[in-house]
């Protein structure tokens, strides 16, 4: 099988943002702001493509691709110092993430500031969210997506930051070298979230 990680544009932003939509089907944080499973997918398309538009903006998207060039996994990655959102990039995606979230935007807006409070504020690559289809999971595309975006974060010498409110991602992340350093239990009924950290090292070390 062949494995080949790219840049993202413009043309990746409805591929990716479907990929991540089913990868994220059925982690608690989503279905915590999207309670009604029947339109949870439809929904959280519209919310990955905000974000995925807004980080090839102002970070980087990563796309897996296999041998015929089909899109199966993506990375949303912010670069140190850019995780903040701002008033600009906040309105370029209010649109559709109104779309996604309809009158539940607010829950949104309380729980992004509740996460913005935990952020560690040193220099870090910030992963915002990385998922691959269905029927690529267990085949590579989303350990080729983490080790290719960490082996940068070992030139640069920079460390990299992570929320899952997934526990099963726990184990799996730590095979990459991050470790939970904290935990947030979200309000108005949310999930709870693990924050891990990935010191900068070298992969090949580990």
Request: hydrophobic share 40%; charged share 20%; with cysteine.
């Amino acid at each position: 099988m062949s494995v080949l990680i790219r840049a993202g544009g413009i043309g990746d932003i409805d591929a990716a943002a479907s990929v991540l939509a089913l990868a994220f089907e059925g982690d608690p944080y989503v279905g915590w702001l999207l309670p009604d499973s029947g339109s949870r997918v439809a929904r959280a398309r519209w919310m990955f493509s905000a974000v995925t538009r807004h980080h090839l903006l102002r970070g980087h998207v990563d796309i897996a691709v296999d041998a015929d060039g089909a899109v199966r996994g993506a990375a949303l990655w912010t670069p140190p110092g850019c995780w903040r959102h701002t008033v600009r990039s906040q309105a370029r995606m209010l649109p559709d993430l109104l779309k996604a979230f309809g009158p539940r935007i607010p829950l949104l807006g309380l729980a992004d500031r509740q996460k913005q409070r935990r952020h560690p504020s040193e220099p870090h690559w910030y992963l915002q969210a990385i998922g691959t289809s269905p029927a690529a999971r267990g085949l590579g595309y989303g350990r080729s997506l983490l080790e290719s975006k960490l082996a940068l974060c070992d030139r640069e010498g920079v460390s990299a930051f992570l929320e899952t409110s997934n526990k099963s991602n726990l184990a799996y992340y730590e095979r990459f070298g991050f470790t939970v350093f904290d935990e947030i239990t979200m309000r108005f009924g949310g999930p709870r979230a693990w924050l891990m950290w990935r010191p900068h090292s070298q992969v090949g070390d580990r």
